[in-house]
């Protein structure tokens, strides 16, 4: 399994210079090839702080990602 720390902008409304912080709630999922939309096991949250235009931290499972 890969999981890649990501930030699109436009899905949380977030423009360019923005400063400040967000959570999501992130359902992980367990799913067997055709077996629909999977069953949630466990609910996380991915936190991100928006520091400066081109600095963001995400942190998720403890670990986080200048």
Same mark, same amino acid.
């Given at each position: 399994?890969?999981?890649?720390?990501?930030?699109?902008?436009?899905?949380?409304? /977030?423009?360019?210079?923005?400063?400040?912080? !967000?959570?999501?709630?992130? #359902?992980?999922?367990?799913?067997? +090839?055709?077996? @629909?939309?999977?069953? /949630?096991?466990?609910?996380?949250?991915?936190? !991100?702080?928006?520091?400066? #235009?081109?600095?963001?931290?995400? +942190?998720?499972? @403890?670990?986080?990602?200048?």
């Amino acid at each position: 399994m890969t999981d890649h720390a990501a930030l699109f902008l436009a899905k949380k409304n /977030v423009k360019p210079g923005d400063v400040g912080t !967000f959570t999501w709630v992130v #359902p992980n999922k367990f799913r067997c +090839t055709g077996e @629909g939309d999977g069953i /949630v096991f466990e609910t996380i949250e991915q936190n !991100f702080i928006l520091a400066s #235009p081109r600095r963001v931290t995400v +942190t998720k499972y @403890g670990l986080s990602t200048p």
